[in-house]
């Protein structure tokens, strides 16, 4: 639902977005706090805004383990284009005999 709706959700919780609907204004109600959450998409956003808060918050991490960092040094692909793949596969399906 989050994929799907959550841009939208978002900028109507932000007022980027006007509701134009009944049920789009109980959302905007229910994401800034004036009444309590109640369909399902509503319920989905609060939780969601919950959990982002919760690993917003510095005394959180350790619970969450340590973040990773993303580095790609191409290490593995250097040791595959040492181990010559392609002449194994050319090999295996029968064209370099």
């Avoid at 994401?31 to 369909?39: D, F, K, L, Q, S």
């Avoid at 399902?40 to 956003?45: F, G, Q």
């Avoid at 805004?49 to 510095?58: G, K, Y």
């Amino acid at each position: 639902m989050l994929e799907r709706y959550g841009v939208a959700f978002n900028q109507l919780a932000e007022g980027e977005r006007a509701p134009r609907t009944d049920a789009q204004r109980q959302f905007v109600e229910a994401a800034n706090g004036i009444r309590e959450p109640e369909t399902k998409y509503e319920k989905t956003w609060s939780r969601y805004m919950q959990r982002v808060a919760w690993e917003n918050d510095p005394e959180n991490r350790g619970a969450m383990g340590p973040r990773r960092k993303f580095f790609d040094d191409r290490e593995d692909w250097k040791r595959m284009a040492g181990a010559q793949w392609g002449d194994t596969i050319r090999r295996a399906r029968g064209f370099d005999d």
